[in-house]
């Protein structure tokens, strides 16, 4: 087994899915994320279309390894219905998305080929 060290990640992406239906939810996660979690992360844009490996409309907070465990838990907590793909970066994008990924709510089939795969 070839063992990595926790030390090769730069830091996290979070990817908050939702469509049509549930933009209106993903709006007001994105307006308490950004009172609740301000100086903890950093956001993304609202894709109102699916943007690289990610099949569904999205958004992307970036989180510094520090600060890691505190959004982790309140996103758990905070998701509702909506569905959250959580990866490290270490450098290996594909590696990260398709065996380091971490779901809240239901896991998507991403689309890898936009990865390098």
């Known amino acids: 087994m070839n063992l990595r060290t926790p030390d090769l990640i730069l830091d996290w992406h979070a990817h908050v899915y939702f469509d049509a239906s549930s933009r209106p939810d993903a709006w007001a996660l994105r307006e308490a994320i950004e009172s609740e979690l301000a ?11 699916p943007v690289g490996p ?13 600060d890691f465990p ?3 838990g309140w996103l758990t907590l905070n998701h509702g ?6 990866h ?3 450098g290996d994008s ?4 398709r065996d ?4 809240l709510g239901r896991s998507h089939v991403l689309n890898l080929s936009a990865l390098g795969d």
């Open 39 to 49: 100086g903890r992360m950093t956001l993304g844009r609202f894709h109102e279309k």
């Open 54 to 66: 990610h099949p569904m409309w999205s958004y992307q907070l970036a989180i510094t390894a520090i």
């Open 70 to 72: 505190p959004v982790l």
């Open 81 to 86: 219905a909506l569905d959250v793909l959580i």
């Open 88 to 90: 490290p970066n270490t």
């Open 94 to 97: 594909l590696r990260d998305h």
């Open 100 to 103: 380091c990924a971490l779901w």
